[in-house]
């Protein structure tokens, strides 16, 4: 099932990012994949054109 699709942002450093929009549309499931809480099934998250990916959940805290 695919929930969310063809997202992208840039974030720099000293800027917040605020993810917006209606119930439903999923923010929540970006915001966690982005973080990846959730583990991604297909594309790529990076951070610094470091793909965050393949990493195990504790190597991600310090990143976090």
Same mark, same amino acid.
């Given at each position: 099932m695919k929930v969310v =699709? =063809?997202?992208t942002f840039d974030g720099f450093k000293g800027e917040t990012l605020g993810l917006v929009g209606e119930s439903g549309c999923g923010k929540t499931n *970006? #915001? #966690?994949t982005a973080l990846q809480?959730?583990? *991604? /099934? /297909? #594309?790529r998250v990076q951070l610094d054109g470091i793909g965050l990916t393949q990493f195990k959940p504790t190597t991600l805290h310090p990143l976090r």
């Open positions: =699709d =063809d997202v *970006v #915001g #966690g809480v959730y583990r *991604v /099934t /297909t #594309g």
